[in-house]
T-cell receptor, first 114, second 114 residues
Framework: DSGVTQTPKHLITATGQRVTLRCSPR?????VYWYQQSLDQGLQFLIQ???????AKGNILERFSAQQFPDLHSELNLSSLELGDSALYFC?????????????FGPGTRLLVL | AQTVTQSQPEMSVQEAETVTLSCTYD???????LFWYKQPPSRQMILVIRQEAYKQQNATENRFSVNFQKAAKSFSLKISDSQLGDTAMYFC???????????FGKGTKLTVNP
């Protein structure tokens, strides 16, 4: 158990809908990262938050957004869903800071868009 | 941009034998960090081992060790005394450091046969 929690574990929805994925980082970790794992694109970085502020953006679509709350949990919002958004979405956390700390991953949320 | 290449899509090994997974990367950075993550059928991403580029000594974690060749930009993972539970996808990952995103290779699917 990495200490990172993600809910829900599975999500099935229809095209055009909106969903919210939730992540709670390890105790004491300030940085939260979101990654998407799909069959054709592999593991891709979406976005990073550090202590409530957006720190870096990767290949995140405009239909997707995220935020990190004062209690450091993070939510990833996916809207106007398309079939191609079906993937495994991971949240990872690290202490955050100048030195590289290891990123620990949550169990992921499996999203299926029908 | 940094890239990570895993040239072996699939590998197999007999139980109790040794196997080496290959990874090469491309970067102009001098200081960076490399990781191997394991993804078993449960799809959880589990950290296996980490290597700091400034350290000459190869990292070791129990049956797992790396061969880090900085000049060649090579970072291979050796699994000794392979166990059935080692069956998984293995991802090599790179980060510049300073709490930066991870860049992943496409993975190597390892099967340990009884």
């Amino acid at each position: 158990d990495s200490g990172v929690t993600q809910t829900p574990k599975h999500l099935i929805t229809a095209t055009g809908q909106r969903v919210t994925l939730r992540c709670s980082p390890r105790s004491g970790d300030l940085s939260v990262y979101w990654y998407q794992q799909s069959l054709d694109q592999g593991l891709q970085f979406l976005i990073q938050y550090y202590n409530g502020e957006e720190r870096a953006k990767g290949n995140i679509l405009e239909r997707f957004s995220a935020q990190q709350f004062p209690d450091l949990h993070s939510e990833l919002n996916l809207s106007s869903l398309e079939l191609g958004d079906s993937a495994l979405y991971f949240c990872a956390s690290s202490v955050g800071g100048q030195n590289q700390e290891t990123q620990y991953f949550g169990p992921g949320t499996r999203l299926l868009v029908l | 941009a940094q890239t990570v290449t895993q040239s072996q899509p699939e590998m197999s090994v007999q139980e109790a034998e040794t196997v080496t997974l290959s990874c090469t990367y491309d970067t102009s950075e001098n200081n960076y960090y490399l990781f191997w993550y394991k993804q078993p059928p449960s799809r959880q991403m589990i950290l296996v081992i980490r290597q700091e580029a400034y350290k000459q000594q190869n990292a070791t974690e129990n049956r797992f060790s790396v061969n880090f060749q900085k000049a060649a930009k090579s970072f291979s993972l050796k699994i000794s005394d392979s166990q059935l539970g080692d069956t998984a996808m293995y991802f090599c990952a790179f980060t510049k450091g300073g709490s930066e995103k991870l860049v992943f290779g496409k993975g190597t699917k390892l099967t340990v046969n009884p």
